[in-house]
């Protein structure tokens, strides 16, 4: 038991329904998890400006001139989807793309940052408050497809005829791709 505030209060009750569905309401992360993360972003470049480094993009197909667009509402603060779409040369039909930002690049398996992650699960949007999943190095900056900054990320394309059905090759196999990639958004809608 303990003493949350009066009924009426938003924030006891704001931390009562958190509770109640077992959530971590804090946006504190331990100390061992907040040091990984800033080892983990380190290699980039520092703060808001944060960039891969060339090592960074080595084996990843390059989308950073495509037309990508973010998918996720205006109020996100962590940007992690994205799409393009663009008509093939032919005309006859689009090549989709389909991206998500790399997390896995900087947090590694059963390291600090990861069992925090499990145990927190997703990030939590409140009506007066967001409580990240990962720490904001990562959740705002290094993994956040921001427009304009280019951004690891793992990605699908595939090629579509304008009925909707996946185009196929000479020999039926479907046109699809998917990887390791770099992609530069160009507006977050």
Request: charged fraction near 30%; glycine fraction near 6%.
């Amino acid at each position: 038991m303990r003493l949350l505030g009066d009924s009426a209060d938003i924030e006891g009750e704001t931390i009562a329904a958190l509770l109640e569905h077992d959530i971590t309401w804090t946006e504190q992360f331990p100390s061992s998890v907040e040091e990984d993360v800033q080892h983990a972003v380190s290699e980039g470049r520092d703060g808001a400006d944060w960039e891969p480094t060339a090592r960074m993009l080595k084996g990843r197909r390059d989308f950073r001139d495509s037309c990508i667009f973010t998918i996720d509402p205006t109020t996100a603060r962590d940007l992690d989807d994205a799409l393009g779409i663009e008509e093939l040369e032919d005309g006859s039909g689009v090549r989709v793309s389909v991206h998500i930002a790399d997390v896995s690049h900087f947090v590694k398996p059963r390291s600090e940052t990861d069992i925090e992650a499990q145990n927190r699960c997703t990030t939590v949007y409140m009506v007066d408050r967001v409580i990240p999943m990962l720490p904001r190095p990562l959740c705002e900056v290094a993994c956040s497809l921001n427009e304009g900054v280019q951004r690891l990320s793992f990605s699908l394309e595939f090629d579509m005829n304008y009925d909707g059905t996946l185009k196929v090759d000479k020999n039926g196999r479907r046109k699809v791709w998917y990887g390791k990639s770099v992609i530069k958004v160009r507006r977050n809608e």
